[in-house]
């Protein structure tokens, strides 16, 4: 079951900080609270949160200072930040972005904006994060398109195709018992074991 995702509040005003906790808490999230920018960054490193909702204009340190901090720090590099603040002009969203956050919210804002926000953040860094998938490994023979016979080559691309021995036999108005021999042919000169390397090898070879 994935856990819950672990956010970090920041922000001087203890009735906000307190009731926006709450809320999100209740949709599902783990919530950090911090009451100033010194201690919100003191959770970030020890907590290592998922994403930080951080005000801008706090005591100790503000929501600038940290973020640049947090952005300093190689592990903290794909943390976002969401920005809240009362200062709505386009320079300070302007400055706010400039610093580090990844989103600016000017207060008042619709709290179920901020929730598609965090979701959002947290989606993209997420896949930004996780591992490159290997590439699938190359089938190898030492049989080649040439060692098949002309009827086999031809019920080899139509498995490569992806139809199922029925549907080959119909194609080729043989026996499904004959596809059948024909595919366990192939197989056996290929030394592949199922159609899934038979399909990759003919795509590899360019054969399809």
């Known amino acids: 079951m994935e856990r819950s995702k672990h956010l970090l509040l ?3 005003d203890p009735h906000f900080v307190m009731l926006m906790g709450d809320f999100l808490e209740k949709r ?15 959770l970030s490193q ?37 920005f809240l603040s009362a200062k709505g002009e386009i320079s300070d969203r302007i400055r706010g972005l400039q610093e580090g956050a990844d989103a600016y919210l000017v ?35 030492s049989c080649t398109l040439d060692d098949l016979t002309p009827t086999e080559r031809r ?14 036999a119909k194609e080729m108005k043989v026996s499904q018992r004959t596809v059948e021999s024909h595919v366990s042919s192939i197989l056996q000169k290929t030394s592949f074991t199922n159609r899934t390397e038979l399909t990759r090898w003919a795509i590899e070879n360019g054969f399809v």
């Open 46 to 82: 020890r907590q290592n949160p998922d994403l930080i909702v951080c005000d801008i204009m706090m005591p100790k340190m503000n929501g600038y200072e940290l973020v640049q901090v947090l952005r300093q720090q190689s592990q903290k590099t794909w943390t976002p930040v969401i």
């Open 28 to 42: 599902g999230f783990q919530v950090s609270r911090a009451n100033d920018g010194r201690q919100g960054l003191e």
């Open 155 to 168: 019920v080899l691309l139509l498995v490569a195709k992806g139809l199922a021995n029925k549907l080959i």
């Open 10 to 12: 920041v922000d001087d």
């Open 107 to 141: 207060k008042p804002f619709e709290p179920d904006e901020l929730i598609a926000l965090i979701e959002s953040l947290i989606r993209r860094t997420t896949q930004i994060q996780a591992p490159p998938k290997p590439p699938a490994p190359t089938v190898s023979t």
